[in-house]
Structures are given as C-alpha cells and as structure tokens.
C-alpha cells in the first residue's frame, strides 16, 4: 500500500465520526487502503474500524475494536486473495468481518459473504457483525445505514443497496445465485462434506475484482486448506501465518531461566520470547499434548503435520511423494493411470473398492499390482458402478495377462461379482473361503491397513500414484476409534490398495 504523508479528507472525516454521511462514506471507500505514516502507517480501514465498531471483549464489556498485532500484521500484507493460517483465538475472524463491513457500508451495491464451518459458528460471527451495526454512530445507524433486514443471519442497507450475509459451509446452496464483492471462508480446513467443491461454488460467484480470504487453524495433512496453502504462491494467494505469541494475552507467570530446555532457549531466542510466553507455552503441551502444534501453531509446517492422528508415517509419504513417477500412459480422461504395462509372462492383480457409481459420494477405485514385488503398475478411480464397473474391470484385467480379479464383496461388491460371472464370464476370480469375492470386515480392516503401513515404510519405491500417497496422508484415526479419510477427502485408493496387498499375500500364501 502506498503511503501518504496527508489526507485531509480522511482525517476530517475521522475526528468527528458522529456527522459522517454518504458523501463522507464515499470518501473514506477511495481511501481504506492507504496509510497515514505519522500514525505508523496505520490505514484509514484501521482508524476507521476503531473509530465506529465495537467488540465484546473476553471480560462481558463493549469496547472500541483496537487492531492486535495479528490484525495489524494481515492488514499491512493484505492484497485481494489471502489465505490465512494462525493459531486458536487470534481474532482474524473478528478482523475480518470488520474488514468486510467497512467495504460493504463505504461501497453502494456491495455483497459481502461469510462462510463459517457450523450453524454455531455462522451465529456466532454474525452476532459480531450485528454489534458492529447496533453500535455504529446514531447519525449513521439511522440515516444512510439504516438496516431494513436483520435475520436469517443478514443485514441489507437499502439506501447504498448493500448487504452482509454469514452462512454455513453445510447449508447446500451457499452463495449460489448471488455476486459477490467480499468473502470470508472461516476455518476451511474444518468444512463438512466437500469443501473444495463448495469452495469452488462461491469462487464462482465472486466479481472479477472481489476480496477473498480463507482463514483457518490447522487439521492435519490433507484437505482443502492444506492443498489451498501449498498451492497459494502458484495461485497468487497471499499467505499470512501468525503463531501463537502474537495475542498479547497468552502469557502466565514467568518461568524460571535456569529451567529453560534447548528448545525453549532456542524459540526465545529466534522469536524473542520472554518468561512469561514460555511459561504460557509450557501450559499449551501440558494441557493440549500432542495438539499442542496444531492447535498453537508455531510454524507453517509442523502445525499441519502434528494432529496426532494420522494413521501412516508421514515423512515416509512425504519423501516418496517428492520422486513419484509420471505415468507412462494416462486413459479414461485421465481416471486411470498406467506406469508399468503388462509384461509377458508375469502375473498381476487387480483389486478392486467398488462404489455405486453417481456422480457424488465415494469413488470407485482399481490398483493394479505384480504379484510378485507388490510393485504399483495401474491405478484407476472414477464415478463408475454396476456393469460398466465390471466390464472395465474384467477388461483390464484380461489385459494384465488374465490378472486374479479381487473385488471387495461388501455392499456394491456383491453386484459386480455377479456381473463379472455373467455376463462377463471372467476366468479368474479371486475366492476367499470358497466366496468369490474379498470381505473386508472390523478384524480384517486394521490388518489389510497394517500391512499397507508397513509396506509403505519398507518398500515405498512400491508405490507410484502421487493421488494415492496424499489419500494416505489424509487417513487418519477418527474420534470414534475407527480410520477413514479427513472430512472432504477420499480413501478410495487406499482401500483399494490395501486390499491387493491382502490378497497378493494370500494368493502367495496358496501357492507355496
């Protein structure tokens, strides 16, 4: 941002806020963005903000809005697109809807979206957003922003034609038919069913020149967070990371210097921290343990890779991840990829994790493994079911030399199995206690996934498919006890390959 050593209008307009109107609206929007250097290079957005809005604070009292260091930090660095990924509680969602209502109130004809995770917390940010407008100058709250519609979590300002909306990521039409000026994706990497779609959804309806920015604490490997912040310096995405020590708050009672371990000496010293952040740090591991990381993030890395519950070794995945292998040859749009075809002679199999075949929900996935390395030759998944699904895969099957066929016989599996006896009539059909089929049952899944795990640490070089790697990165132990994929990612290709592995052991097992 350009700093300016005047603005009189500003200024005049900010020392008696009580008398602005539309006109003086007007002004301030041209002038948001640049600073005044004898306030430190404080914006107009910022003396604004803390000049009419007002805040709950963490002791029940309602007090001018006064920018933290992390809010000062993002607003410094901010451009259009921003992403955002910050420790617990650093008030960058309050900022936001600060940032954005200023847009709205100064912009006539604005649309400004806010995306929250769950209903509780839609409510929550719009409560905020609420106390920003009840407490707004009486001359404006009654004049130029006079509200004509505040519920079902929206406000419309008639007389600028503006509105300010909060909405769940879980609600189903969530910003579609809308055009949108400013969004504000809140904790994105904790967003229910498809987050990258409905991303993509209001992505779509942004104008060419709109304001975005995705917020969120860390969870885990995997996700559209995670895959949105790595991508961010090739998408033009500005990123921000604040670590915990920025909130003044976060202290406790200094700890003693003499106590101080190599890593504690080593954080005060790159990072300037006193006694009392690294007394409050030793509180967070004690209370938090293995979140600790995620939840009071301190780098950009390891806050994603410290969930604690992510089911393979990471830094095996990430390793084989960085030397994976082209494919030699893609097919079906790209839906299966081929890296070592068919060689005379050897034998295959090709295991199969069936889905129903609609265009939403689970894909169905094909892994295409040498019987005798465990080496990955062919990997498919696609929306495809029923005979289609059993065509393609007795055909690919033949093509692998008469490949044992394994299909997992729970649920969709039982209809392929039948397909393939008729009218397919394919020759080699993997049985499992004289059933065709493989049964993947509670005592079966933690040793097929076992042995992918130990395969994936000893013989990574096994495993070629970079899609089926990040699915193994998002698998994580769920709160329930069971393991699965992060909310919004997949694990069809994981299943899929752990079943070939099971099976390849078997098959070997027979043949001895």
């Not at 890593?263 to 600790?292: M, N, P, V, W």
Request: hydrophobic letters at 40%; a negative charge; glycine letters at 6%.
């Amino acid at each position: 941002m350009p700093i300016e050593t005047t603005l009189p209008d500003a200024e005049e307009i900010l020392a008696h806020p009580e008398d602005i109107d539309i006109e003086a609206l007007l002004r301030l929007g041209k002038q948001l963005n640049k600073r005044l250097d004898r306030l430190q290079g404080k914006s107009v957005r910022v003396l604004l903000a803390e000049k009419i809005l007002r805040v709950r604070t963490r002791a029940g009292l309602t007090e001018p809005l006064i920018a933290n260091p992390a809010q000062q930090r993002f607003e410094r660095r901010s451009k259009h697109h921003n992403i955002v990924l910050k420790a617990r509680q650093m008030g960058l969602t309050t900022w936001a809807a600060a940032r954005f209502l200023l847009s709205t109130i100064t912009h006539p004809g604005t649309l400004t979206l806010q995306v929250a995770h769950t209903q509780e917390s839609a409510e929550d940010i719009f409560r905020i957003v609420h106390r920003f407008v009840e407490w707004l100058p009486s001359t404006l709250r009654t004049g130029v922003l006079r509200t004509s519609h505040t519920n079902v979590r929206q406000i419309i300002f008639p007389e600028i034609d503006a509105q300010y909306r909060v909405v769940s990521a879980g609600e189903r039409n969530a910003g579609r038919g809308l055009t949108v000026q400013n969004l504000h994706c809140s904790e994105l990497a904790r967003w229910p069913s498809d987050p990258a779609e409905t991303l993509a959804g209001l992505r779509a309806a942004m104008t060419k020149d709109a304001e975005s920015i995705l917020e969120s604490t860390p969870d885990g490997v995997g996700g559209c967070f995670y895959e949105e912040w790595q991508k961010a310096d090739e998408t033009g995405m500005i990123k921000h990371f604040f670590p915990w020590w920025l909130e003044p708050s976060y202290r406790a009672s200094a700890a003693d210097p003499a106590t101080l371990s190599e890593d504690e000496q080593r954080l005060s010293k790159l990072y300037h921290l006193d006694l009392e952040q690294i007394a409050y740090r030793r509180q967070l591991r004690a209370g938090f343990r293995s979140l600790a990381k995620q939840e009071y993030a301190e780098d950009a890395a390891s806050c994603f890779l410290a969930s604690g519950e992510s089911f393979f070794e990471l830094d095996c995945l990430e390793l084989r991840m960085n030397s994976t292998p082209k494919p030699t040859e893609e097919r079906r749009n790209g839906q299966l990829s081929i890296w070592l075809p068919p060689l005379a002679g050897k034998q295959y199999i090709v295991a199969v994790d069936p889905a129903g075949g609609g265009t939403e929900g689970d894909y169905s996935a094909v892994q295409v493994i040498d019987l005798a390395t465990g080496m990955q030759c062919a990997e498919f998944a696609g929306h495809v079911g029923g005979l289609e699904l059993a065509q393609f895969i007795a055909a690919l099957a033949t093509e692998y030399n008469q490949a044992v066929l394994v299909v997992e016989r729970n649920n969709h599996g039982s209809g392929i199995l039948a397909y393939l006896n008729s009218p397919c009539a394919y020759p080699r059909i993997f049985e499992q206690n004289g059933q065709p089929g493989f049964l993947t049952t509670s005592l079966s899944r933690p040793a097929m996934l076992g042995r992918l795990a130990a395969a994936l640490v000893e013989e990574p070089r096994c495993f070629n498919s970079r899609q089926l790697l990040e699915e193994c990165r998002a698998f994580v132990r769920l709160a329930n006890g069971n393991t699965g994929a992060r909310p919004g990612m997949h694990d069809d290709r994981v299943l899929a390959m752990a079943i070939a592995l099971a099976a390849r052991e078997q098959v070997l097992g027979a043949s001895r």
